[in-house]
Structure formats: C-alpha cells, structure tokens
C-alpha cells in the first residue's frame, strides 16, 4: 500500500482522534478514490485503538484495492475474529476471495453473512455471482431471486439474472430484469449491451440496434459494443453503417481477429475482394487455427480467379467434401 501523505487538515493528530469521525471521513476518502487519505484515517484509528474492526475491515479492503489481496484478506478475517457478528466484513471478505479466484472460500463467507442477516440482498447476489461461476445457474438463479425478493430493484442482481436467463433462452424475463435495472440507473452500458443481445436473439434487431447505440452513447470505447452494432446493421442489410461501425470496433481493438474476419465478410458482400482478402489474411495471422477464415480466404480467391491458392484454402477451411451414396456426406 502506499505511503501516508504528509499531514491533512481533514486529518486529526492521534492524541485527539474522534474514531468515528475519523471512519466517517475516510469512507469518503475511499469512495471518492483518494485511497491515501483514507489509508492515514485508517492507520491513525488503529494507532489509537488497535482492535477497532471497522478499520481492520476497512483497511483491508483497501488493500485488496492497492493489489495487495492476501494482507486484505488478512485483515478483514482479524476484523470477524474480532467482532463474529460483523456482516458487512464476511461479504466483503467474500467479495475479495471471489476476485482471486478462490470460490469455494467466497461461497462460505456470503453464507455467513446470510446467516447472521437473512435479508442481506447484496450477500445473495455476490452468492449468485460464485454460483455462476462454480457451474450451477439454476443454484445462481434461485439465489438472485432471493436477492430481488428481499430489494426488487438491484441493479447488480438483475443484470446478473437476466444474463443467465438470456443464456438459458428465456428471452422475456431476460429482457424485463435488463429494462429493470435501466430504470433504476439508464446510464449502465454494459446493461444495455446485454439488453441488445436479448433483443437480438428474440429477432427484434431494431430495438436491439438501438440498445447498442445507448450503449455506445455512455461508453464510446465500448469495442464489443461496436462490433455488435455493426454485425446488427449487416443483418438489416445496412451494409455502409455496418462497415463504418467494424472499422470503429478495430480503431479501439486492432489485433482482434473476430473483428477483422468480420469487417472482411462485409467488404466481401459489398464486392471489394481485394480488401476484403487483406483484412482476412491479418485475420489468419492472428488466428492460425481458423478454418473458417482459411475457408473464406480461398473463396475470395477462387473469385478473383487464383484457382490454385484458392482450392487448397478452401481444402484447409471447409475440407473436401465427399457423397457416398450408402454413408451420405462427409467433409475431410
């Protein structure tokens, strides 16, 4: 973590520390991101009582922020052993254990925390969160109905259901959890870029490509976001729009072999081949292993009229394909 800055108004020598005002003030330190500030107020409470768990918590978090993980979770398991009954500790030292990795372990704390506080909603959402990841979406999804059951309008629970439910085809529900939580804060990118992929898959592109535009609105440099619009407008046909909106993907990400393969696709459909064969051989050499795109290299050159290249691309992509009159189709 990083050294104290030399000494503040906003902070009180230690002989004179009021411990609650001095937590007080360095939570909104943290949350406003001057985590030195905060770091000081922290140390200057422990100095004075050193059990104190509400620093001990705190501190520990803000050395998960600082990339120092392990002395966080240190810290926040000295708060709990300190105060057992501290809620706001075992989610938080479930958060930290969640981003490193280790789910098991977050899993325990968040049901700690939801059984020292039954209606904790955040604690069952972060439980969904460990779910997911665990491989269990029915044990998730049961988990962030419990947590829209106990605040309806959670942001982060919604999201996180509608994303599943949208993975799981249930494209309504998906669509009112995302429009839900646009409700409650319109300004959250990325839940407009999964309402879009909802939208998408229900076959309701317009809609969809306006989600994307909010979506790109609040976060220009949302690439994804781009590549999607632009993949939705060569749905409707839209193909100048669609090659704009490729070439905006690749100006944020231009290694990204998806993009170029499907900025390629569209030159093609627009007939600029030899374009269209540049943008996918930089898609190959970055993706050796796609068949696809040594597929679709050949066919461009079998259309240029370089036969022999373009067969044996061809032959890599898509394999040559075999009838047999008794076994049917098969491509080798």
């Known amino acids: 973590m990083s050294q104290p800055p030399n000494q503040s108004d906003s902070a009180k020598s230690a002989d004179t520390l009021d411990i ?7 939570m909104q330190h943290q949350t406003a991101g001057r985590l030195a500030h905060a770091e000081q107020l922290y140390r200057q409470v422990l100095q004075v009582d050193p059990e104190n768990p ?16 392990e002395v966080g979770i240190n810290l926040i398991r000295t708060a709990i052993t300190i105060a057992p009954d501290y809620v706001a500790a075992y989610n938080n030292l479930g958060n930290v254990l969640r981003e490193i990795g280790q789910l098991d372990d977050a ?34 999804i049961a988990s962030y109905r419990k947590s829209l059951a106990i605040k309806p309008e959670l942001v982060d629970s919604l999201n996180n259901l509608g994303q599943l439910l949208c ?3 249930e494209l309504d529900e998906a669509i009112q959890c995302f429009q839900k939580a646009l409700a409650g804060n319109s300004r959250l990118a990325q839940v407009h870029y999964n309402l879009s992929t909802a939208l998408k898959l229900q076959g309701n592109l317009e809609a969809a490509l306006e989600s994307l535009k909010q979506a790109i609105e609040i976060q220009p440099g949302f ?6 619009l632009a993949l939705t407008l060569q749905r409707l046909g839209r193909l100048e729009e669609a090659n704009a909106a490729y070439r905006r993907a690749l100006e944020l990400s231009p290694d990204n072999a998806e993009y170029l393969g499907n900025l390629a696709n569209v030159l093609d459909l627009q007939g600029e081949l030899e374009e269209a064969l540049s943008c996918y051989r930089k898609a190959l050499e ?8 040594a597929g679709s290299i050949g066919s461009i050159l079998l259309a240029m009229g370089q036969s022999e290249e373009g067969l044996i691309r061809e032959r890599e992509g898509f394999g040559v394909v075999n009838f047999d009159s008794k076994q049917g189709v098969s491509i080798n």
């Open 20 to 26: 609650q005002q001095a937590l007080s003030s360095a």
């Open 286 to 293: 970055l993706n050796p292993e796609s068949r696809e795109v």
């Open 54 to 69: 509400a620093a001990l918590h705190l501190l520990g978090v803000l050395a998960h922020m600082a990339n120092q993980s």
């Open 167 to 169: 993975q799981q085809g």
């Open 223 to 228: 690439a994804v976001a781009h590549n999607s």
């Open 107 to 140: 899993a325990e704390a968040f049901s700690k925390a939801i059984e020292l506080k039954p209606d904790y909603a955040e604690a069952y959402g972060n439980l969904g969160l460990v779910q997911q990841s665990l491989g269990s979406p029915e044990v998730a």
